[in-house]
């Protein structure tokens, strides 16, 4: 199983500041000759199902505002929320679907401080 | 646009069999190239994918659950079921279930399962 490595576990960020988390692989999640990076980010709120807000490692879903950003490479992967909202508030995952079965990180806890 | 819902008993007693079924309305589960997937979350916990199966049938389950696992498909009535037999209080968790082309991207509000007795 690959297995997904979040950092931090939680985060507080003031309001209109960046919040960074980090993900890390124990595989390359490049896994198919496309060239993209087999990495998901999901918003989860409480109560809620995940959102997805990120694919191939950096492509933004649809509907989801340009402050959520998502870069990195081989095992070494962030999502970058440039200024956060107080409606941004909730777990976030990293998940890989390059192979079964699909994994996920811990999540990580985004609170406004 | 595609929504999910899931159905089921929310009390299943250790031992016994937990079945859930997952709804799909505006669009046909026959159509695309999907796999239905089913995803559960202990309290206050992480994600666990617990299986998939594709349109054509072929399914994929998590070794983890391999062995107490079963997803099918009803096309006639555009659902897809999961079970889960031999239950005990650690498969207690909201369980989900997804669409998935490449990842999720559409999911159902999910269900609260307890296993006591």
């Known amino acids: 199983d690959i297995e997904m490595t979040q950092s931090p576990d939680s985060l507080a960020v003031s309001l209109g500041e960046r919040a960074t988390i980090n993900c890390k692989s124990s595989?390359?999640?490049?896994?198919?000759?496309?060239?993209?990076?087999?990495l998901a980010w999901y918003q989860q709120k409480p109560g809620q199902p995940p959102k997805l807000l990120i694919y191939?490692?950096?492509v933004r879903e649809s509907g989801v505002p340009d402050r959520f950003t998502g870069g990195g490479s081989g095992t070494d992967f962030t999502l970058t929320i440039s200024s956060l909202q107080a409606e941004d508030v909730a777990v976030y995952y990293c998940?890989?679907?390059?192979?079964?079965?699909?994994?996920f990180g811990q999540g990580t806890k985004v609170e406004i401080k | 646009q595609v929504q999910l819902q899931e159905s089921g008993p929310g009390l299943v007693k250790p031992s016994q069999t937990l079945s859930l079924t997952c709804s799909v309305s505006?669009?046909?589960?026959?159509?695309?190239?999907?796999?239905w997937t089913w995803i559960r979350q202990p309290a206050g916990k992480g994600l666990e994918y617990i299986g998939r199966?594709?349109?054509?049938?072929?399914?994929n389950y998590n070794p983890s659950l391999n062995s107490r696992v079963t997803i099918s498909l009803d096309a006639s009535k555009n659902q897809f079921s999961l079970k889960l037999n031999s239950v005990t209080a650690a498969d207690t968790a909201v369980y989900f279930c997804?669409?998935?082309?490449?990842?999720?991207?559409?999911w159902g509000q999910g269900i609260t399962v307890t296993v006591s007795s």
């Open positions: 199966i594709y349109n054509r049938g072929s399914t």
């Open positions: 595989q390359s999640l490049l896994c198919s000759s496309n060239n993209r990076y087999f």
């Open positions: 997804a669409r998935a082309g490449n990842l999720m991207d559409v």
């Open positions: 998940h890989q679907y390059c192979s079964t079965p699909w994994t």
């Open positions: 505006g669009g046909s589960i026959s159509s695309g190239s999907y796999h």
């Open positions: 191939w490692a950096s």
